[in-house]
């Protein structure tokens, strides 16, 4: 059966992919950010994954409000980069994992879930960035996707709980899935920001520090937080960090923090990422 | 959940009201997400906008670029983001608007830059 080699959570800032198409990750106000990310990078180049499930939030490039759907799963063959608004990024199309894909629609629908479930559909920063922290900018990416749509636009967005719940299905379809596939999982979004409002350019350094640490072992508070306190705590925006909490939730209860990264902010947002193995 | 349950200051989440009235103001913004609509936008701008039925003060405030009135209007800043694409505004003055602030002292004291 399929392995989980690792969790990931991992900021998706769409600035970060401008600073890679601009050539300016060795600025002084970027390189800092990128350089937390190496033993990243390093960690994904040995851990080798086939497959990665990036859950993330699409942000008004492809689902507009006309449909909105709280999960959505890819089970295609292929994602392109969609035009944002500045035309499309000239990175790789994704190989998708469709198998999987269709593996973990059959299991959430067991369990419950129901899904959108999107056979032809393009993908945002929300997804590219994080594969460009973690994997670079190859001539093809080394694995192929599962990419999971999380609502975090419109009210009602998804509750922590139930986040966490769909993790615990991940886990369950990734272990029953035939073949020796290697398989990372991340959960992208965040930390503290807030773009809109008075309050915007709220960042919450404390905060985000904690969730850091905590996230690993110290989750359970995280867990139980209702939308309204992540909003409170980690700007409007920020609420986004509920993804990570699927990722979480498909590790085991106890694991093993392999590197963390905090860098405060990149364009108005903290952004970091972590690096999770189940302990031994 | 109540509107009542998700008062945080300051923070303007977007809500049933806010997407039932900023439908018009979102859907044009998002569809500056295809290069034609974009010239068009460039080539006319009130004849585009014109083409969503927005209102005139959903149009002062486009034509202003005035990103704080958009969200009072239930634009989603994510959508609205498309015009910033239109003539190119750094996302920190766009904060900077929101939160009605002098672009320097928005970066020092928010975001914490020196």
């Known amino acids: ?280 | 959940m109540s509107d009542a349950a998700m008062q945080i200051p300051e923070t303007p989440l977007f809500d049933r009201a806010r997407s039932i009235k900023g439908y018009k103001l979102n859907k044009m913004a998002m569809d500056l997400g295809r290069p034609e609509n974009r010239e068009a936008f460039k080539a006319d701008e009130n004849a585009y906008l014109d083409r969503y039925g927005l209102s005139d003060e959903e149009k002062a405030a486009v034509n202003a670029r005035d990103w704080h009135e958009m969200v009072r209007l239930g634009g989603n800043l994510f959508f609205i983001l498309k015009i910033s694409a239109i003539d190119p505004t750094p996302m920190t003055r766009i904060g900077a608007a929101q939160a009605g602030m002098d672009h320097d002292d928005f970066l020092k004291q928010r975001l914490g830059k020196h």
């Not at chain 1, 999960?71 to 990024?89: H, K, N, Q």
């Not at chain 1, 073949?179 to 920001?193: A, E, F, K, Q």
Request: charged fraction near 25%.
């Open chain 1, 1 to 280: 059966m399929a392995k989980i080699i690792g969790g990931i959570g991992t900021s998706h800032v769409p600035s970060i992919g401008v600073a890679l198409d601009k050539g300016l990750d060795g600025t002084p106000d970027w390189k800092p950010f990128f350089d937390g990310y190496i033993p990243g990078k390093e960690w994904m180049r040995e851990a080798k994954p086939d497959i990665a499930v990036v859950i993330f939030n699409d942000h008004g490039n492809t689902f507009f409000l006309d449909r909105v759907p709280t999960f959505a799963v890819g089970v295609a063959e292929s994602y392109t980069p969609v035009d944002e608004g500045w035309g499309a990024r000239q990175i790789p199309t994704f190989e998708g994992a469709a198998e999987l894909s269709w593996h973990f629609v059959d299991r959430l629908v067991e369990k419950h879930f129901d899904p959108l479930v999107c056979r032809e559909i393009e993908v945002d920063h929300g997804l590219q960035v994080p594969m460009e922290l973690f994997f670079g900018r190859p001539e093809h990416w080394p694995v192929k996707i599962v990419p999971i749509w999380v609502n975090t636009i419109q009210y009602p967005i998804p509750t922590p709980q139930r986040c966490w719940e769909m993790g615990k299905v991940l886990r369950e379809a990734i272990e029953s899935f035939p073949g020796d596939d290697r398989v990372v999982i991340m959960g992208t979004g965040g930390l503290s920001h807030q773009l809109q409002g008075s309050r915007a350019g709220f960042i919450n350094r404390e905060a985000d520090e904690a969730w850091l640490d905590g996230i690993a072992n110290d989750y359970e508070k995280y867990r139980g937080m209702s939308r309204e306190d992540y909003v409170e705590q980690f700007g409007s925006e920020g609420a986004e960090l509920i993804m990570w909490l699927v990722m979480r939730a498909a590790m085991d209860p106890k694991v093993e923090l392999k590197h963390r990264h905090y860098y405060a902010p990149a364009s108005l947002t903290g952004a970091g990422m972590v690096v999770l193995e189940n302990a031994a």
